[in-house]
């Protein structure tokens, strides 16, 4: 069974920091890695999605790792601000039988960025 | 209303109500899926329908019961619920079960007293 885990639990770094999120996932058999954000009692929003066959994907200051055989990914933020504070939730897309493909969900990695 | 609604946005209940949580996809999508996001766990895959025929059921209580009139609504119904019921359900769609992106509503934050 798939499991995903994501270090640390929480970070609290000071604006204009870098910073590094990890995710890591036990079954290497993936389809895609998708990064998401999660404001607090809202819904997700997708900011990232690696395709197995990628090794990153950028967005603005986000920038997104896979290293598929060894069941990392990484997301890294340049220059924090205030308003990236939120959870990032790291999710892998597997297929799961009957034709069909399951998301499975890390705990999630609380982000503080202190002005 | 574009993308993936839901309502309503909070709910209190009584162990002994019944309820029913909606949500509605604007996009076009064939399949509709129904999570649990508890406190301090990840998000559960709990339903998931596929044209209207529900594909899968993650061994989900029974006093949760899912219904899918068309391809654009999913209903939840809620019936007899226990306090650790408690979370945030989390609506989403995709085009088809197979490799296709979901896309998310804002999801209902369920209190049962």
């Known amino acids: 069974k798939q499991e995903v885990t994501q270090i640390p639990a929480a970070l609290s770094v000071p604006e204009g920091e870098n910073l590094v999120l990890n995710c890591s996932f036990t079954?290497?058999?993936?389809?895609?890695l998708q990064w998401f954000r999660q404001d607090p009692g809202k819904g997700l929003t997708s900011l990232l999605l690696?395709?197995?066959?990628?090794r990153e994907q950028t967005s603005g200051r986000l920038n997104a790792s896979l290293d598929k055989s060894s069941g990392r990914s990484t997301l890294y933020i340049a220059a924090s601000q205030p308003g990236d504070s939120a959870t990032y939730l790291c999710?892998?897309?597997?297929?799961?039988?009957?034709?069909?493909?399951?998301?499975?969900f890390g705990k999630g990695t609380k982000l503080s960025v202190i002005p | 209303e574009t993308g993936v609604t839901q309502t309503p946005r909070h709910l209190v209940m009584g162990m002994t109500n019944k309820k029913s949580l909606k949500c509605e996809q604007h996009l076009g999508h064939n399949a509709m899926y129904w999570y649990k996001q508890s406190a301090k766990k990840p998000l559960e895959l709990m339903f998931v329908y596929n044209f209207k025929e529900q594909t899968e059921n993650n061994s989900v209580p029974s006093r949760f019961s899912p219904e899918c009139p068309n391809s654009s609504h999913l209903f939840l119904h809620l019936h007899t619920l226990q306090p650790e019921d408690s979370a945030l359900y989390l609506c989403?769609?995709?085009?088809?079960?197979?490799?296709?992106?979901?896309?998310f509503g804002p999801g209902t934050r369920l209190t049962v007293l």
């Open positions: 079954d290497s058999a993936i389809y895609n």
């Open positions: 690696i395709q197995s066959s990628q």
């Open positions: 999710a892998v897309f597997a297929y799961s039988g009957a034709g069909s493909y399951q998301l499975t």
């Open positions: 989403a769609s995709s085009q088809g079960t197979g490799v296709n992106e979901q896309f």
